[in-house]
């Protein structure tokens, strides 16, 4: 550069790092791998399972059931480790960006040298310099040059900022002399003196905030509500089996009596043995397998659609979701600028097809966009230059002008607000701001290259439109020798929505959650986006505030506003924190989209924070989803997962406590009956592999339905076990225990039978079997049980499977299964008998279907 600048020297580096620190990020001490497992073992159903355990190994003195203890131990230990893992594994990303942050020099001038430093060497009061392609790694203001700056992964803009050496007046992001950390340098060189380092910057406080822990997930609020749930149904039920038990033993069998200490001890130990086991078997040990499961499974599939979960929680959050804060550029529009529409002196085209027809003025336009530019064309791409230029270029892509040599040129400036470029022949093209190019132009060429009286009315109109709409107008004139310019066209630029933004918008919108815009751009620019995706409606009374009248309401106020609200425009990142945490204290489940660094704080702050894949890292660093093609319909799909995971967890549940219900109170009849317990420890641990480990596959299986998008959210703490569920498990499971409560003690059954060792094996057949039909009943809410079962092809293979290895056991399982190979027309019998369930359940879905009309 020109001046001369002399730098620090080396005692006064150190003197500014031991006062201002070093440029390093700052990193708080987060948990270790360790501490989080332990921490996770706090999980409420994970305190149910080790309370069971402790109850089934200590209370018992040892005389426990080896099975189930296993099958506790084993979901205990592979739920909390999966868990763990991912959340130490979304930890560790940060490391990944800071380092990063420190890779890559910067050059310096220090004892009047200039050196290449690493960029954590970086004090306050450097002297760097800056060239384009670089990133700028400190804040600091401009003391000389001119450069232009992306400064998107900051402010999620995609208008580039000129810079240059004035006195700063702030340290706002679009001030022109400061230059900020995490932008890049698009074009132009600069020397800039460092004013803030390390965590004082604004990438470094972005970096601290990120690191924050945040508020509980509603799954995990959920599952607090389901534990206290099952723990007073498990209590209610040993309760129950221990006075039946006892009731047995004392007045109706008369084994023992109560008047015998000895054998009052021994009953009484007995029936807390029993109660035990109830408590234990009415836990529902495989549900937290089973959540890991299907998150994971979805979490595969989701990779597919171009989402990539970074904490398995927050796909459950998403389909919970009431409230979804979104930024505008690159996630509704395409995030980059293209020619809309070209508006002649008499006529507005969109196609280039069309435009090849206009003769001069298509002549001219593509002169301009070839050789009134600083893109560069090469192999059929786009290379530099600005993104006007850029957007004007690829709308002629595909065009060939003739070769004509460049006379002079006269780079844009912002006091001009133009550029132009003289051609062999003495024409002159001038390219830039309509709003101050039509001041001074009188004339239009014509299609026949003729120089007619602009209409100022008519294009004066098509610019105000324009404007109106956020859009972009540059005006092309032509000139010839030292004549008056005439105007070409006005070129119309646009970052258009996306073409499935407008569908996404209505179904998540359909899905009873609202969408809020958070911008930098302008009112105007902003509500003619919103109203174009369709969330905005003047009609329904939508609001949209600035940013300052934002920051003028206070929080009461903004909470009022908060359900009208779809729009705020000229947005601060303190906004974006505001409205999560206003959201937040009226219970909603929040979302919020981002990219830039600026982003980061509200997408850690959100309960689920989505953050676009070709976003700054730090971004992606403190988001919950990476959404890696940068849509909103990818959005849209993680929503639809969420909410199919939901119901998937539902199932699973259903299904488990029907056949817990049926378990329970099978080992309570069978005391009463003197027949102690039914189902042997070894048939049991084949059910609990059915229960949990199969039926969580099965369940993990369940295919996203778009109907599942017509339902209004969920509440950030409604219970899992609602009321229907209840009600279906009482009746399935009622009618499902006094089945087998029959063909145990109803002589019609014993008679189709040769010996009590057949009836057994059938009867334990029939167990599996009920179990079967159950699964069938929990999958499908509909009327029809088997819709869309096709879709989900691992459950019946599963089901499939379960009943291949139930008949093996019973002609091959012999002693070890308490087995006998039963007759044709045996096994037939417990498998009709088994469909009963079916049977049961199709009359409770009539009921169902007619109590609602």
């Known amino acids: 550069m020109g001046k001369s600048y002399k730098g620090l020297t080396g005692e006064e580096v150190a003197r500014s790092r031991e006062k201002y620190g070093s440029n390093a990020l700052e990193r708080l001490k987060g948990r270790g791998i360790i501490r989080r497992f332990f921490d996770n073992l706090s999980d409420p159903i994970i305190k149910i399972l080790i309370a069971a355990l402790v109850l089934e190994v200590v209370v018992t003195l040892g005389r426990c059931n080896l099975v189930e203890v296993f099958g506790i131990v084993a979901a205990i230990l592979i739920a909390t480790l999966v868990s763990t893992v991912s959340e130490y594994g979304s930890e560790r990303a940060f490391a990944k960006i800071e380092s990063e942050a420190r890779q890559g020099l910067v050059k310096v001038l220090r004892d009047g040298k200039i050196l290449e430093i690493p960029t954590d060497e970086l004090v306050v009061g450097d002297v760097a310099y800056l060239s384009a392609g670089e990133k700028i790694h400190a804040d600091g203001c401009l003391i000389e040059g001119r450069i232009t700056v992306d400064q998107s992964a900051l402010n999620g803009e995609n208008i580039e900022a000129v810079k240059h050496s004035a006195t700063p007046q702030g340290w706002d992001l ?54 206290g749930q099952i723990s007073r149904l498990g209590y209610i039920a040993a309760l129950a089996v221990g006075v039946c038990y006892l009731v047995g033993v004392f007045f109706i069998n008369k084994t023992a009596s109560i008047t015998d200490t000895a054998q009052l001890i021994s009953a009484l130990i007995h029936a807390l043995t029993l109660m035990i086991t109830v408590v234990v078997v009415a836990v529902p040990e495989g549900l937290p397998m089973m959540i890991t499961v299907v998150l994971s499974a979805n979490m595969k599939r989701m990779l597919n659609d171009n989402i990539l979960v970074k904490k398995l929680v927050g796909i459950e959050t998403a389909g919970s979701l009431n409230i979804l804060f979104t930024d505008k550029t690159g996630t509704l529009t395409t995030g980059k600028l293209s020619v809309d529409r070209i508006v002649t002196y008499n006529d507005t085209i969109r196609r280039i097809s069309v435009l090849r027809r206009s003769g001069a003025v298509y002549d001219a336009l593509l002169l301009s966009a070839v050789y009134n530019t600083d893109a560069i064309r090469e192999g059929g791409r786009l290379f530099g230059g600005n ?124 899905a009873g959650i609202q969408i809020v815009m958070v911008t930098g751009d302008n009112r105007d620019t902003a509500v003619s986006i919103a109203e174009e995706c369709g969330f905005f409606k003047r009609s329904l009374g939508h609001l949209a505030l600035t940013g300052e009248e934002l920051s003028a309401l206070d929080d009461e106020k903004v909470k009022q506003l908060l359900p009208s609200l779809r729009v705020i425009s000229r947005a601060l990142p303190s906004d974006k924190s505001r409205l999560v945490r206003l959201s937040q204290e009226m219970e909603l489940v929040v979302g919020m989209t981002g990219d830039g660094i600026n982003d980061a704080p509200s997408l850690k702050l959100s309960d689920v924070g989505f953050a676009m894949g070709g976003g700054a890292e730090i971004a992606k660093s403190a988001s919950d989803v990476v959404i890696l093609d940068n849509s909103i319909t990818s959005i849209c799909k993680t929503i639809l997962y969420g909410r199919t995971i939901f119901k998937s967890i539902r199932k699973f549940i259903t299904f488990q406590l029907i056949m817990n219900l049926a378990a329970c109170g099978i080992t309570l009849i069978g005391q009463l009956l003197g027949m102690g317990n039914p189902i042997t420890i070894i048939q049991m641990l084949w059910v609990n592999i059915i229960m949990d480990t199969l039926g969580g596959l099965a369940f993990a299986g369940e295919p996203p339905l778009i109907y599942y998008m017509k339902e209004r959210p969920k509440r950030r703490d409604e219970p899992i076990l609602s009321r229907e569920m209840i009600f279906h498990i009482l009746l399935n499971g009622g009618f499902t225990l006094a089945l087998l409560t029959a063909f145990l003690g109803l002589n019609i059954f014993g008679d189709l039978y040769i ?25 499908c809410e509909r009327f029809w049980l088997l819709s869309n079962i096709g879709k989900n092809k691992p459950f019946i293979l599963i089901m499939l499977f379960i009943s291949t290895i139930q008949i093996l056991i019973i002609y091959f399982g012999g002693e070890l299964f308490r087995s006998t190979p039963l007759l044709p027309e045996e096994l037939g019998y417990a498998v009709s008998a088994a469909a009963l369930v079916l049977a049961f359940d199709i009359i409770r879905r009539v009921f169902k279907k007619l109590s609602r009309g």
């Open 174 to 227: 679009m001030d022109p002399a400061r230059v900020f950390r995490g932008s890049v340098i698009s074009d132009g060189a600069a020397v800039m003196r460092v004013e803030r380092v390390g965590a004082d910057t604004f990438y470094g406080q972005v970096a601290r905030d990120v690191q924050s822990e945040t508020r509980e997930s509603p799954l995990r609020l959920r599952l607090s509500k389901l534990a």
């Open 387 to 510: 993104s006007t230029d850029r957007a004007i270029g690829e709308f002629f892509l595909e065009d060939t002008a003739p070769s004509l040599s460049v006379v002079s040129r006269v780079p844009f400036s912002s006091e001009r607000k133009c550029s132009s470029v003289t051609l062999s022949g003495g024409v002159t093209y001038t390219k830039g701001a309509a709003e101050v190019m039509l001041s001074g132009l009188r004339f239009a060429l014509n299609e026949r290259g003729e120089v007619v009286a602009l209409d100022k009315s008519y294009v004066n109109q098509a610019l105000q439109n324009a404007v109106k709409g956020g859009e972009r107008v540059i005006a092309v004139s032509r000139s010839v020798g030292s004549g008056e310019p005439a105007l070409v066209a006005l070129i119309v630029l646009k970052d258009k929505l996306r073409p499935d933004t407008k569908q996404s918008v209505r179904t998540i919108t359909d």
């Open 755 to 779: 010996s009590d060792s057949h009836r057994m094996t059938a009867f334990y057949a029939l167990f599996i079997f009920a179990g079967l039909f159950n699964c069938f009943s929990a999958r």
